[in-house]
């Protein structure tokens, strides 16, 4: 039987992977998924790791990060609620992770095992569906992250992060949007060196485009960032 903090989850939270679902066969597949809590900056999911869980992202942020052979942590997409993660678990092949996922903020998720969601998605088309839009959408964010890489500037695709990530994960203050994020974090998600954003942002915050604090960024004028990236 589902408990309610995890059936309350089908009311308040805005899933492409529950969409289109009865509220009957929503029960049961919350009911299929355990609860778990991550603090911020632990690791979830580590890429390589046998892909055995289904996670979905309820509360808090999350983030996919890749670590190459050399010991380099590139930063990939950003996880708000609703989003979820570890999708090789549905395959029916076992496969293992291709990325990593920490929570950059204190989260709660839901985690179905693989034989779990595998049997779920097999009795609700819809799921295996919703899934499968999931996929696509990662993959379209991957020909844009792509695209940028070979076609922008450095000053353009840090630009392009700090307005996205003002957008997806920034809260509203005085002046602007305020989103958690350092020099490293941002250099790694536009593929160039922290001695370049630091520089490139500092330039912005003189012209009043965006204002730095420790560990965090203020975008206070997209209009002026972009402005600054011709």
Known sequence: MAS??????AADLNSTLLEGIGSADLKTI?????????TANSVILNQGNPAEHLYLLKRGRARHFFMTEDGHK????????????????????PSSYLVSVEAIQDSHILVWERSIIRALASRHSRLLENALATASDY??????????????????????????????????????FEFDATN???????????????RLLS????????????????????????LHTV
């Open 203 to 226: 330039q912005w915050q003189r012209n009043r485009a965006v204002l730095k604090r420790r560990g965090k960024i203020i975008l206070r004028s997209p209009e002026k960032l972009l």
């Open 139 to 176: 993959f379209a964010w991957y020909v844009a992250t792509h695209a940028a890489l070979t076609s922008y500037s450095a000053r353009r695709r840090l630009a392009g992060i700090v307005i996205c990530l003002a957008e997806l994960i920034g809260q509203p203050v005085p002046g602007g």
């Open 4 to 9: 309610p903090g995890v059936v309350a989850v």
């Open 184 to 198: 490293e974090e941002l250099a790694s998600a536009a593929n160039i060196t922290p001695f370049t954003a630091s």
């Open 30 to 38: 919350l009911a299929a998924a355990k609860p778990r809590q991550f």
């Open 74 to 93: 590139l930063i990939l997409k950003w996880l708000l609620p609703g989003e979820i993660f570890g999708g090789r678990a549905l395959l029916s092949k």
